[in-house]
C-alpha cells in the first residue's frame, strides 16, 4: 500500500490524505454499523490520527451514542451524506470508512468483529480472525495480523 492514500466522498465536496500507515483492517457487524453503512458490516481501517487529514471541504460532524463515558464523532460529507469516518476522542487511531479510499481493489481485512449479530449467509474466511463481540485484546491482534499482511518484507 503505497502512502500516500486518498479518499473522498460520493460527490467530492470532502476529500482527505493519509501520510502514515494504516494500523488495520477489519469488518464490523454490529447493528450501528449495519445502520451506518444501510448495509451488512461497516468495513474500517485503523488510521493513526497524525497520519490523516482532510485536504477539502469541512466535513459534518455529529456525536455518536454510546454505552461509555467515551466521546465518539461520525464525520461525513454535509452535501452527499457519506461517512467518513468515526473518531473517539484520546485515541491514537481514527476509524476510517475505507470504502471512501479511492483505491478499493487492494483492501483486504484480516478480521471481523461483533460476528453474534452478523448476517446469517455471511461466510468468513477460513484464517480470518473472528471475534463475538468487541475485540478483547485491544485490537492488538487485528494490527499485528494487518502488519504482517501489509508491511512483511
Ligand atoms: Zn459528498
Ligand atoms: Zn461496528
Redesign the pocket.
Known amino acids: 500500500m503505497k502512502l500516500p492514500l486518498r479518499g473522498?466522498?460520493?460527490?467530492?465536496?470532502?476529500r482527505f490524505e493519509i501520510t502514515e500507515n494504516p494500523m488495520a483492517l477489519y469488518c464490523c457487524h454490529c447493528t450501528t454499523c449495519q445502520q451506518q453503512s444501510s448495509s451488512a458490516f461497516g468495513m474500517s481501517m485503523l488510521v493513526p490520527r497524525d497520519g490523516f487529514k482532510f485536504t477539502k471541504?469541512e466535513p459534518a460532524s455529529f456525536a455518536i451514542p454510546t454505552d461509555s463515558k467515551s466521546k465518539k464523532q461520525g464525520h461525513?460529507?454535509?452535501?452527499?451524506?457519506?461517512r467518513i469516518a468515526n473518531d473517539t476522542v484520546g485515541k491514537p487511531a481514527l476509524s476510517l470508512k475505507a470504502g471512501t479510499l479511492d483505491d478499493r481493489a487492494q483492501l483486504k481485512p484480516v478480521g471481523h468483529i461483533w460476528v453474534k449479530s452478523a448476517q446469517d449467509w455471511m461466510i468468513f474466511e477460513s484464517d480470518a480472525l473472528i471475534y463475538e463481540g468487541p475485540p478483547d485484546d485491544g485490537y492488538f491482534a487485528l494490527m499485528q495480523r494487518y502488519a504482517d499482511q501489509e508491511y512483511a518484507s
Do not use: I, L, N
Not at 8 to 14: E, F, M, S, T
Open positions: 473522498g466522498c460520493q460527490c467530492g465536496a470532502v471541504g461525513f460529507c454535509g452535501e452527499c451524506g457519506t
